[in-house]
């Protein structure tokens, strides 16, 4: 298992437009959460999961952002009518018991919408 | 709902000198603290954690950090860094559920050799 992956690394997108992440989570790991960071700012709690339930959602995660886990495997987040204020890294972290053995954060997605 | 203040967001010292990176939280519950890196172009990786114990805790490359309670403080600090430990480091807070971390904003650590 190499950590948590995340895809596309970049995206680049015309305003208006929609854009699906994908997040695959360490195996083993029963949470995963999604974060926003934008340049300067430290990351931004999204949503997190505990399998395939979605058990918190952040006042930022607006009616266009729609998050899934099925089957408590990998995830996507999906972004509909992007706009520019849109644009940031999204990161996705995995764990089990995290109280030891933490968070696990893969590479991120970093979006740009023009 | 907990909080973060990092209290720097740029600190600039010279390669084998001490350094201090503040990090100031609030909370109505008990929590969990931690420290992630951010180095150019990678991801978050976990540098240090409290959990309960000992107040004093250590990472594997020199960086050290204190859990004061009473003053709601973890400061990270490392007596002597070096060129590698630029980068941008994050203080962050969980609650005992260990349910989401609620993170600082950054502080942007510099090394002038």
């Known amino acids: 298992d190499t950590g948590v992956s995340q895809d596309p690394r970049h995206k680049i997108t015309k305003r208006g437009q929609n854009v699906t992440f994908r997040c695959d989570p360490i195996?083993?790991?029963?949470?995963l959460y999604w974060y926003r960071q934008t340049l300067g700012q430290g990351p931004e709690f999204l949503t997190y999961?505990?399998?395939?339930?979605?058990?918190?959602k952040s006042r930022l995660l607006s009616d266009r952002f729609s998050a899934e886990r099925p089957k408590g495997s990998f995830s996507t987040l999906e972004i509909q009518r992007t706009e520019q204020g849109d644009s940031a890294m999204y990161l996705c972290?995995?764990?089990?018991?995290?109280?030891?053995?933490?968070?696990?954060f893969g590479s991120g997605t970093r979006l740009t919408v023009v | 709902a907990q909080s973060v203040t990092q209290l720097d967001s740029q600190v600039p010292v010279f390669e084998e000198a001490p350094v201090e990176l503040r990090c100031n939280y609030s909370s109505s519950v008990s929590v969990y603290l931690f420290w992630y890196v951010q180095y150019p172009n990678q991801g978050l990786q976990l540098l240090l954690k409290?959990?309960?114990?000992?107040?004093l805790v250590e990472s594997i490359n020199g960086f050290e950090a204190e859990f004061n309670k009473s003053q709601t403080s973890f400061h990270l600090r490392k007596p002597s860094v070096h060129i590698s430990d630029t980068a941008e480091y994050f203080c962050?807070?969980?609650?005992?559920?260990?349910?989401?971390?609620?993170f600082g904003q950054g502080t942007r650590l510099t090394i002038n050799p």
């Open positions: 409290y959990l309960s114990g000992s107040t």
């Open positions: 999961f505990q399998n395939e339930a979605q058990l918190e």
């Open positions: 972290a995995s764990s089990i018991i995290a109280e030891i053995y933490g968070y696990t």
């Open positions: 195996s083993e790991h029963n949470r």
């Open positions: 962050a807070v969980s609650d005992q559920g260990a349910q989401k971390l609620v």
